[in-house]
Every structure is written in C-alpha cells, then in structure tokens.
C-alpha cells in the first residue's frame, strides 16, 4: 500500500478519535463485540434510533444478508 504523509497523518488523526471514543463511551466497543461475536448472521435484523436533544425521533431497520456480513468481517480484519 502506498501512503503519502497526507494519508498517514489522517490514519494517525483518525486512531487518535477512536481512542478518544472508546475513553468517551466504554461499555460501546464491548456491546459491539458482543454483537459481532453472537448475533451477526444471515437474517438478523438491525433496528437503529436516534433521538435528537430536541427530541426529534429517527429509526430505521435493515435485514443483513451474506454480502453485508462479508463487509464488516473484511472491515473488522481492517482494524
């Protein structure tokens, strides 16, 4: 992989954010694992929402399919 100092200086941002993330929200990463670990198969459905401060609501679901779970498996070699 070719880099240039651009690249590397925003991976290194980037790391730097994530660590500050976890610091922000511990109990985050661990829930993930454990979805990763037990829940991620064909079929499962993810439900997301998010409540604004001003109390405005936003959900929505998807149904994971083999190509999506390939997707974060690659990403999650990524890390």
């Known amino acids: 992989m070719n ?10 941002k980037a790391k730097v954010a994530l660590e500050k993330f976890h610091s922000n929200h ?3 990463p661990a829930f993930l694992d454990a ?3 037990n829940a991620l198969q064909d079929g499962t ?5 998010v409540t604004t401060p001003d109390g405005k ?3 929505s679901n998807l ?3 083999q190509e ?3 997707l974060l498996e690659m990403f999650h070699h990524m890390k």
Not at 3 to 12: C, E, I, K, T, V
Not at 45 to 49: D, N, P, Q, V
């Open 3 to 12: 880099m240039n100092l651009n690249q590397l200086a925003l991976l290194q």
């Open 26 to 28: 511990p109990k985050f």
């Open 35 to 37: 979805v990763h670990k």
């Open 45 to 49: 459905i993810i439900e997301i929402t």
């Open 57 to 59: 609501h936003y959900e």
């Open 63 to 65: 149904k994971l399919k």
């Open 68 to 70: 999506d779970l390939d």
